[in-house]
């Protein structure tokens, strides 16, 4: 493709994602929901029903191979500030006990509900190939995530973050980050290495290694590196390449092994030294580039992904279907938890609201089972429409529960009332 043919892609897409994300914050909604919804705007579902022939000028096949490299670039680049937020995540190990009850059961709860519905389900809409359990195990996956950094976002836009159940939802969220992320990788390894279990043990084996090289070579490295040449937190242009590259070579690394960049970049990055100065450096240097530029550019495609067909027929009592059992499994399964912690039913009610946030991490979810052949496009648009639904319908359901504003930790103590037994 031409640079010119890109260069007109990019502000297309860029100035579609600022508009539609600067609409919608004005009606109470993170900019991530404007962003998702300009992704599907540009896709055939609405661009290319109302102007199919500019729409297949622009986004024609053979074009998109730049726009998906760039936001290959960008998903990694995201994913591995993720995984430094989760280093750096102090109510995780503050409120284990409580935050693992809530976890836990979002995720467990939306992974029944979606292998029980996976039966209706998987003959009209898993592709020629793929058995039913990987199908369900990944129907499972995507009912269970939850978006950690929209959670974050909403929680700070309101003020809540150092509410009880504000810092109770952060903690749970990382729990939930590891069950979902670990069973996605064992989906994607079963089906992606195209061996059967004998690819899946390379896969496996192949991670092992992977992880002991992060944990015990680059991790200590790393840590004296940053020690020395970062001491106030500030790394210099060669520590920047140094961490650019550690970061480009564990995406390359599980790639190779048949899973997705994705998990190399979230480990990279779980893996360096906890340093909140550090991590409001990073941030500050790559958040612009990752998620202004770059991740606009994967809610495009993931828009160009969709298909009109999931809004039609049967295929409409599916959606409603997905997006019913994805809303009712996270906040049923995070306010039981909430309310086993000892919360009050409006804090668990907002916990559980608050888990069934899914944004950005839910799409990533979805394109990598539409990469690895999991599902087809006509699933990828309804679990995008379920992402689309269950983020907007988190900024309403806390106003419901809590209000608009919380207050913080220190007089919010007397909303944790003891569950009864």
């Not at 024609?60 to 280093?87: A, H």
């Not at 109510?91 to 209706?120: D, K």
Request: glycine residues 10%; proline residues 5%; hydrophobic residues 55%.
């Amino acid at each position: 493709m031409s640079a010119t043919s890109l260069l007109l892609q990019l502000i297309v897409i860029l100035t579609t994602a600022r508009v539609c994300g600067w609409v919608l914050r004005h009606v109470g909604q993170p900019s991530v929901v404007g962003e998702m919804a300009a992704g599907l705007m540009l896709g055939p579902v609405v661009m290319g029903a109302l102007f199919p022939s500019l729409h297949a000028q622009l986004f024609s096949k053979e074009s998109l191979q730049g726009l998906s490299s760039l936001s290959t670039l960008g998903l990694v680049l995201f994913m591995f500030v993720v995984g430094l937020e989760l280093r750096s995540t102090k109510t995780m190990r503050e409120q284990l006990r409580s935050a693992g009850y809530v976890g836990v059961l979002s995720v467990v709860v939306p992974l029944a509900l979606g292998i029980a519905i996976s039966p209706a389900l998987y003959p009209a809409l898993a592709p020629k190939g793929v058995g039913f359990w990987p199908f369900a195990l990944f129907m499972a996956a995507a009912l269970s995530i939850t978006a950690f950094p929209v959670m974050a976002r909403i929680l700070k836009d309101r003020g809540m973050t150092r509410t009880p159940f504000g810092q109770l939802s952060l903690g749970a969220a990382a729990v939930v980050d590891v069950f979902a992320w670990i069973l996605l990788a064992f989906v994607v390894a079963l089906v992606g290495a195209g061996e059967g279990y004998a690819g899946l043990l390379k896969t496996t084996m192949g991670m092992a290694v992977v992880l002991c090289a992060l944990f015990f070579g680059l991790k200590p490295g790393f840590a004296w590196l940053l020690r020395v040449k970062a001491p106030d937190g500030e790394p210099s242009t060669t520590v920047m390449a140094s961490l650019m590259i550690g970061l480009l070579l564990c995406a390359l690394v599980t790639e190779w092994l048949h899973l997705h960049a994705v998990f190399g970049a979230f480990l990279f990055g779980a893996c360096l030294p906890r340093d909140d100065r550090l991590l409001k450096s990073l941030t500050e240097r790559i958040e612009p580039i990752s998620i202004v530029v770059l991740m606009p550019l994967f809610f495009a495609l993931a828009g160009l992904g969709t298909t009109s067909n999931a809004f039609s027929g049967a295929s409409m009592g599916a959606m409603l279907l997905i997006v019913g059992v994805a809303t009712v499994g996270k906040i049923a399964g995070g306010a039981v938890g909430a309310r086993m912690a000892g919360y009050g039913w409006r804090d668990s009610l907002a916990t559980g609201s608050l888990m069934n946030a899914r944004g950005l991490m839910e799409l990533i979810v979805m394109k990598i089972g539409l990469d690895a052949g999991l599902i087809g496009p006509e699933l990828f648009t309804m679990l995008l429409v379920m992402a689309l639904v269950t983020t907007a319908m988190t900024g309403p359901l806390i106003n419901l529960f809590i209000g608009r504003k919380a207050p913080m930790a220190d007089a919010a103590d007397a909303h944790r009332t003891p569950a009864k037994p």
